[in-house]
T-cell receptor, first 116, second 117 residues
């Protein structure tokens, strides 16, 4: 079974600064997807960024980028120019690429606080 | 374009009762997944429905059951409620990959907060 570990329960960053959230995972599969989701107080889970395991290039979405280290099974999220609206719980998630196996396996989350 | 909707928003039940939660998928989606998120934890996969059948199931007891209707909406039923069933229940919808792009992103609803007393 796959597992996802987020070792930072809480993180804080000054507005406009950069912060990195850590995530490690364990799997025996070679093809899979990795995600970072944001869950603000409104509770709705929002996809921030995704990475396909077969792609060597790290994904980037505006101020959000990842550092994907497949051999180390590490998938960190970097948020640049942090904004007050980035404050939320952030969850790292894993999904197999196999057809019919679409469940998302989540980590326990990191609460990100933005300091004005 | 309506996103994923869930009802009710909040629900309070007592131990031993039964509860039904409802989910309407995003327009154009045909697959619904349910997750349980206990306080301070990440969501845990309960099951997924596609073509009105349970396609995949997580490690949840048979007290948790579901249904998908021809219009793709879905229900989650929990029988014989326990205190430990108190959680946020999230519904996510997607488009089966055979019908769309190779990657079928799951879009989440705002959840139903269930409290069992």
């Amino acid at each position: 079974a796959q597992t996802v570990t987020q070792s930072q329960p809480e993180m804080s960053v000054q507005e406009a600064e950069t912060v990195t959230l850590s995530c490690t995972y364990d799997t025996s599969e070679s093809d899979y997807y990795l995600f970072w989701y944001k869950q603000p107080p409104s509770r709705q889970m929002i996809l921030v960024i995704r990475q396909e395991a077969y792609k060597q290039q790290n994904a980037t979405e505006n101020r959000f980028s990842v550092n994907f280290q497949k051999a180390a099974k590490s998938f960190s999220l970097k948020i640049s120019d942090s904004q007050l609206g980035d404050a939320a719980m952030y969850f790292c998630a894993y999904r197999s690429a196999g057809f019919g196996n679409e469940k998302l396996t989540f980590g326990t989350g990191t609460r990100l606080t933005i300091i004005p | 374009d309506a996103g994923v909707t869930q009802s009710p928003t909040h629900l309070i039940k007592t131990r031993g009762q039964q509860v039904t939660l409802r989910c309407s998928p995003k327009s154009g989606h045909d697959t619904v997944s349910w997750y349980q998120q206990a306080l301070g934890q990440g969501p845990q996969f309960i099951f997924q429905y596609y073509e009105e059948e349970e396609r995949q199931r997580g490690n949840f007891p048979d007290r948790f059951s579901g249904h998908q209707f021809p219009n793709y909406s879905s229900e989650l039923n929990v029988n014989a409620l326990l205190l430990g069933d108190s959680a946020l229940y999230l519904c996510a919808s997607s488009l089966d990959r055979d019908q769309g792009p190779f990657y079928n992103e799951q879009f989440f609803g705002p959840g139903t907060r269930l409290t069992v007393l």
